[in-house]
Each structure stands twice: as structure tokens, then as C-alpha cells.
């Protein structure tokens, strides 16, 4: 059963690995573009779906916890 808890870790959880490593992708891809390395455009466009694929994983992830019949 998902209590409250897990919900707030989940939250958290969240964010913070979201924020890594969208903000990672964009940092490291728009150091890249500024160089001159226009094919780093690849990293910077997907950061922000990417990061917020991080949460929807970790929400499945935790809704496989319930049982069957409350999804």
C-alpha cells in the first residue's frame, strides 16, 4: 500500500533527478553549442521531456505498488 510518505519521496525524488539531468543535458549541450559544436543541439531540445520522463518513470514505478483494483 502507497502512504503519504511515498508520495512526498516521490515528489522529491522527482525533482531533484529530473533537475540533474535535464539540467545537466542543457549545460553540457549549450557549452558544446557556444563552442561551436552545433550538433550538441541533439542534448539541449530533449532536456526538459527528458527530465520530466525521470518523474513519469518514478510514478510507475510506485503505482505498481497499489493493489489491482485502485489505478
Known amino acids: 500500500m502507497v502512504n503519504r510518505a511515498d508520495i512526498l519521496v516521490l515528489g522529491l525524488k522527482a525533482g531533484v533527478m529530473g533537475s540533474l539531468i535535464g539540467g545537466l543535458m542543457l549545460g ?5 553549442v557556444v563552442n561551436g559544436v552545433h550538433a550538441a543541439w541533439v542534448l539541449v531540445l530533449p532536456a526538459a521531456p527528458v527530465g520530466g520522463l525521470v518523474g513519469y518513470w ?14
Open 58 to 71: 518514478l510514478a510507475r514505478r510506485l503505482a505498481r505498488q497499489l493493489p489491482d483494483g485502485q489505478f
Open 28 to 32: 553540457i549541450g549549450l557549452g558544446l
